[in-house]
């Protein structure tokens, strides 16, 4: 950690004082203190990791990772294909022999019981016979989408609800804070499953806007908290004493002063919601098959607990390392982002 | 100076509309300030200073209203009331807009200094990203040309290298430092007139000293009007041309600077002045002023401050003195609002004195609830006046 060391050197010496709590903000510190916090940088690692494999799998959408190597067929043409399912083009100079294994969508049994791991599948093969690898990694392109995307749509509702309510007080903060709690009272999950059914039945989008919208309260209120001790803040004062107008005045100082606390807690959310999503899946209103969702993975293997366990594992566990990766790396930031905790 | 003021305020009003009651915040102010002049608004706590200055761009918020009263500032209304058709007050035609008020007065004719420098500038920006956005949304430059702006006026209000400081987050100035900032920020846009709310209470002493030097002389290179609102008679003393006390709401004494001090009228002031500390007398010298100040909600009968008064006799219970021209100084009218002048006429001198005024009145108050800006007599508690 040669760079990450140096960088907090530099960054405490042309910031005034170690003394100082103020002297400890800043992007360079924060990106120092998660490099020194062992759990935080771990986090870090996991989610750097998920990410990757989840570009890797939206940029090469045969995902024949194993057989065909890194830079066989790169299709960016179909830059999302958990939309639309992407009919199979062999990589150049192959027949379709590799097709219904290895191909994440395939629909035909090949092997009509799943099989353990060899050296062609490390992780078996799934009822239908498909790379159980494959899919997993195919997986994790919708589950972090998934995340980002629903998580997303929940900070931008909630930001801008919360410091509207916030800012101006009085009758908009009671009737946009009432209308929020009024969704706050319904419990997220029965709230998703009567959208997703109201709007027009089980489907991916519905359940990533629906996990959003189910969380739009969280983040209104977060938000608002910081904003009424912001608002009163004298640089806000001096701000419309200068004559800046409103809507001005909350994006440019209400709400980045008051986005850290609702930064960590995104972060933490991403993991939630990648839960919450692939129980959507596994109660079948997420992803539908043949789509590789880790939740609808988990739908599908618990028919085979019995012959095969570790079909309900490997997916378990990607879940489970993926929401790690998320939590540890939120509850760093959270740490880093506080400058009054001092290690 | 002109004949014509700068800023005319006449008979204004701001109140609080509270659970508890209404808060006369200001209560009824009458005050000019005419081109290149410094006016000190000065009191204890609470006494609604701040309130005041900040109803002249019309920055009251809920549940503060402007209830009465006319700003006039270059011949523009910033605020007026007229009677409606049918007998309740309506905001006059020629008042400004509230979009007038904000692109035009606010930042561009009257500007804005604050009390607190260490609060005062966002802390998730540069010190010269904001001073240049506030250039470029005033000035209408574009953004080299505002950037060039900021770093001559960081220079201008003596603050070292400022190409590089520029690019430094607020945290890494010290507090005299960012006030020469927002001193540099009021002035960017050459305002007629700044109001200054306290600017340099939460300084140490050597740096108020050189932010009242800067102040002097940018003053008079750029010939700006200042409205300085304070508590500290010394400041006062050291840069003000007029002088307003406020007391609860009310200008009690107004008065030409020097005229305020070696001819005081209002024993208000007079007793600030013995409260104040000084190096040729020891604190047991001093004289701190009886009693706190009541809340604005129920202010007293009569003279608002004859519970508190050494002068006070039984006639400052039942009158309700208006500041009136009590001497002339070189042409310039000393006004006090205190019965004790013979130009009240209202039996002054036949009135018995008050017994044990002050103490009853004192003790009666200390088992109400205060706030506890008004626990110190003094008034050097930074922060938190009128009722907000």
Redesign the interface.
Known sequence: MAVGESQLESGTD???DED?V??R??WRYTVARIKQDTTARWGLYIVAAVLSIAVYAVVDSNLSLLTFGLLSDFTFARLLPIFDHPTYIPPPGEGTQHMPPYFPLAEQSWNPLPAGGTLEHPLGTDHTGRDYFTRIVYGTQVSVFVGLVSTFIGLAGGTVIGAVAGYY??RVDDVLMRLVETVYAIPPLILIIVFTVFIGGANIWYAVIGVGVAFIPVFARIIRSRVLSVRE???I?????????DRNIIM??VV??SFAPVLVYATLQIGVTILIVAGLSFLGYGAQPPTPDWGQMLNISHGYMHSNVWLSIWPGLAIMITIMGFNLFGDGLQDALDPRIDD | MSSEPLLRVENLKTQFFTEAGTVRAVDGISFEVYEGEIVGLVGESGAGKSVASMSLLRLVERPGEIVAGEVTYKGETLFGLEDGPNGDLRKRDEMLSNEEIRTRIRGNEIAVIFQDPMESLNPVFTVGGQLREFIELNRGLSEDEARREAIDMLREVGIPDPEQRYEEYPHQFSGGMRQRVLIAMALACEPSLIIADEPTTALDVTVEGQILDLVDDLQKKYGTSFIWVTHDLGVVAEICDRVNVMYLGEIVEQAPVDELFYDTKHPYTQALLESMPRPDRTVADLEPIEGVMPEAINPPSGCRFHPRCPDARAVCKRVHPEPKVVADADGEPHRAACVKHDVFDVGYDESPPLEGAVDGEGSRRTDEPQSELAANPAGDEPGGDGGE
């Open positions: 042309t910031v005034a100082d103020e002297a903000v800043g007080g009085g803040m004298d640089y004062e001096a701000a419309r004493a200068a004559g800046v107008r440019r100082h980045p002063n």
